[in-house]
């Protein structure tokens, strides 16, 4: 055997033990929900469905887990997203100090949430622009705000 093959099987082992050894830590797979306490008074069911549909995994204690949530290093990414959203903003503990949610629509409307990286495995996440218009205007109904520093308003041509 090449001396090339040999260092190559060495590299590939060592790797192969290393992720299996990383699964032994124990991070990233707690899955805690905490019960909801309380949620925002939705200007709309339809607003609800949306948020759930594409904001609630990180802004919610209705997180679903997926299997490859288990997977370390993606468990502890998920892990600290999920936590990093619920702590700036969370739905099922409305009425907290710090859980505003004036800037949820911005956020939606700029194409920062929900996350690029989320939405290839979710993709009820992704929403139509119709349906982000729609979002976007129930954001705003229900926790206030306006997007007069953004540029005006809604932006035109997004209807369907």
Not at 117 to 128: C, G, V
Request: hydrophobic fraction near 40%; glycine fraction near 8%; charge should be negative.
């Amino acid at each position: 055997m090449s001396t090339w093959k040999r260092l190559f099987m060495i590299a590939l082992v060592v790797i192969v033990l290393a992720c299996v050894a990383i699964q032994l830590v124990p991070l990233g797979r707690s899955h805690q929900n905490p019960p909801v306490q309380a949620e925002p008074a939705w200007d709309s069911p339809r607003t609800r469905e949306l948020f759930f549909r594409g904001c609630a995994d990180c802004h919610s204690n209705e997180t679903v887990w997926p299997w490859y949530s288990n997977i370390a290093p993606i468990s502890w990414m998920i892990q600290d997203h999920v936590l990093e959203g619920r702590a700036r903003f969370n739905v099922s503990e409305w009425g907290r100090p710090e859980n505003e949610g004036e800037e949820a629509a911005h956020h939606v409307l700029d194409g920062q949430m929900p996350l690029p990286n989320y939405l290839p495995l979710h993709p009820e996440a992704r929403f139509s622009d119709a349906e982000k218009e729609e979002l976007v205007q129930g954001l705003l109904n229900t926790f206030g705000g306006d997007l007069e520093g953004e540029g005006g308003g809604l932006p035109e041509g997004d209807e369907d």
